[in-house]
């Protein structure tokens, strides 16, 4: 498809659990973002991904959050040992990274629901 | 670092009357400002943006929002609502040299026809 693509788009877990959640960002975007809405909130930035460049992980929570990308493709964000508090709907988003810094539009995927019991 | 404040996170309005979003922001730098609509289980999809030049910016879906630096607003506005604007919006910030997207906590917005 044309747009970044979540899966899943929703995931039940038990607490302590490990998840694992996946980004197809839209081809020949360089730029990957992941974001975290909890419930009445915002978006919160967790990390970015620019090429080949280091991440800036700077928004991850906690060290039981990580995430990978392989080149400019699929980002995959883990969560360890899962409490309530992660429960979250969990968005990517792709763009292009021409822009020196600032003001590239980032597209959005739908996002996956990750309910932790 | 930027912030973004969206006063009342319930907005309603009627059928033809104007859609009215307020958008405050704090930036050390001069600020790339994003407005997002997020329709039930979908992702955000962007309204308009502004980066630099024309302070009023069109969007889609007949919105548009001004710049306004002395007031360090963004406000979102459209004349005539429709049922079809019922969502989410949210607004965004961004500053040169800093990628990510910070985001006011979004107004639910109620068109009653």
């Known amino acids: 498809g044309a747009g970044v693509s979540q899966s899943p788009s929703n995931k039940v877990t038990e607490k302590g659990k490990d998840v694992e959640l996946r980004c197809d960002p839209i081809s020949g975007h360089t730029a990957l973002y992941w974001y975290r809405q909890r419930l009445g909130q915002g978006l919160e930035f967790l990390i970015y991904?620019?090429?080949?460049?280091?991440?800036?992980k700077s928004g991850l929570p906690s060290d039981r959050f990580s995430a990978e990308r392989t080149g400019e493709s699929v980002s995959t964000l883990t969560i360890q040992r899962t409490q309530q508090e992660d429960s979250a709907v969990y968005l990517c988003?792709?763009?292009?990274?021409?822009?020196?810094?600032?003001?590239?539009?980032?597209?959005f995927g739908a996002g996956t629901r990750l309910s932790v019991l | 670092a930027q912030s973004v404040t969206q006063l009342g996170s319930h907005v309603s309005v009627s059928e033809g009357a104007l859609v009215l979003l307020r958008c405050n922001y704090s930036s050390s730098v001069p600020p790339y400002l994003f407005w997002y609509v997020q329709y039930p289980n979908q992702g955000l999809q962007l309204l308009l943006k502004y980066t630099t030049g024309a302070t009023l910016v069109k969007g889609i879906n007949g919105f548009e929002a001004e710049f306004k630096k002395s007031e360090t607003s963004f406000h979102l506005t459209k004349p005539s609502a429709h049922m079809s604007d019922a969502a989410e919006y949210f607004c965004?910030?961004?500053?040169?040299?800093?990628?990510?997207?910070?985001f006011g906590k979004g107004n639910q917005v109620v068109v009653i026809p």
């Open positions: 988003a792709s763009s292009f990274g021409g822009l020196a810094g600032g003001g590239n539009i980032q597209y």
């Open positions: 965004a910030v961004s500053e040169k040299g800093n990628n990510r997207l910070a």
């Open positions: 991904f620019q090429g080949n460049s280091a991440p800036d």
